[in-house]
């Protein structure tokens, strides 16, 4: 009964929080539209979730996100400065990553984790080929740029899920 209801109760409580953290004001009210849309929210949208994913090193995950923040920041800074400089230095091209991740829904996650990076964009998954196609906004060096990505967000996902 609870599992029908709750489908995922980490998302459930994670509307929640960010629903109250956004409302101008905590009331009953509020806490009760949270709960709604805490409740119909996974339901509506389980048909689109894959199989359950087992979170084998949850530090791992931590340790991402962290580093993730981390990124955010400083490319919000350098991102800054590449527009307010001249544009027509920046270095824009599109980047091909090749996956060593067989998931298919770990990969969607590390295109979500590159695009989530200002000044790169996820494009494409090509599964077939098991390739991320990005564009990045100033590349100096594309196998460098593939290499952070590797190192920095596609190794911490495969040991945090264990793919």
Excluded at 42 to 53: D, G, H, K, Q, S
Excluded at 121 to 134: A, K, M, T
């Amino acid at each position: 009964m609870i599992k029908r209801v709750l489908p995922r109760p980490l998302l459930s409580f994670a509307i929640l929080v960010l629903w109250l953290m956004l409302a101008s004001s905590i009331s009953i009210g509020q806490v009760l539209l949270g709960a709604a849309a805490a409740i119909a929210i996974p339901i509506l949208t389980a048909p689109f979730w894959p199989e359950r994913l087992r979170v084998v090193r949850p530090i791992a995950g931590l340790r991402l996100f962290a580093v993730l923040l981390v990124d955010i920041i400083v490319a919000n800074i350098r991102v800054a400065r590449l527009i307010v400089g001249p544009t027509e230095q920046l270095r824009s091209q599109f980047v091909e990553v090749p996956l060593d991740i067989d998931d298919r829904f770990v990969a969607v996650l590390l295109g979500s984790v590159v695009a989530l990076t200002p000044g790169t964009v996820s494009i494409d998954i090509d599964r077939s080929r098991r390739v991320l196609l990005i564009h990045a906004l100033d590349v100096d060096d594309p196998a460098e740029l593939i290499s952070t990505i590797k190192s920095r967000y596609e190794a911490p996902l495969k040991e945090t899920f264990g793919c």
